[in-house]
């Protein structure tokens, strides 16, 4: 593949489903059933996409009640781009839209589960790796309906 510059990279506001899953698939993550992905990206509260003419290698997204609580999720950069600062971009792109609307006086939470050893890239941005102070440890599930019909959490 040719050199990457950073200029080369341009941000939209949107991608596909199949596009949304091959990111995820580019990083092992699972994969999210098509139906559950397009309410899922329907339902996101902004999300930031990075280009390469005009393909998407990276993306980060924030889920939100639009009032107080902004979780940030699904922030991935394809192997092949990653380390030209296309995370970070991604990830100040979405502090400047949820700090945009911040006014004097107020505060809101922002939180994101960091995957295991990335706590390091989020510290730049101000987030404390919990617990701290009074904060408890994050907490999470997957929860997993198998094929003989029963739920089961992991
Ligand atoms: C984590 C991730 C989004 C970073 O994206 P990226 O575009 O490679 O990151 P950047 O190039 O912006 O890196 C910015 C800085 O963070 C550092 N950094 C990057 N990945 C890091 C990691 N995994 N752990 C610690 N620091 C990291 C870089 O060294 C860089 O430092 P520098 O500015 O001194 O050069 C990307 O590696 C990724 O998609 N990983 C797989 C999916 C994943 O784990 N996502 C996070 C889920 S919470």
Redesign the pocket.
């Known amino acids: 593949m040719e050199p990457i510059s950073e200029e080369q990279i341009s941000y939209t506001e949107h991608i596909t489903v199949e596009q949304y899953n091959e990111l995820r698939r580019s990083?092992k993550w699972i994969l999210v059933k098509e139906s559950r992905a397009q309410k899922a990206l329907d339902n996101s509260f902004y999300m930031t996409v990075a280009r390469w003419k005009g393909e998407p290698v990276?993306m980060a997204r924030i889920v939100s009640d639009g009032g107080y609580t902004y979780f940030i999720t699904d922030?991935?950069?394809r192997p092949d781009f990653?380390?030209?600062?296309?995370?970070?971009e991604l990830i100040r792109r979405l502090l400047d839209y949820i700090k945009k609307d911040v006014m004097d006086g107020e505060t809101v939470m922002v939180s994101?589960?960091?995957?295991y050893?990335?706590e390091?890239?989020y510290g730049?941005f101000g987030f404390h790796p919990r617990p701290f102070g009074n904060h408890g440890p994050g907490m999470s599930m997957w929860v997993s309906r198998i094929s003989d019909g029963s739920i089961v959490t992991s």
């Open positions: 990083v990276g922030v991935i950069v990653q380390g030209y600062h296309i995370g970070t994101l589960m960091a995957a050893e990335r390091s890239f730049r």
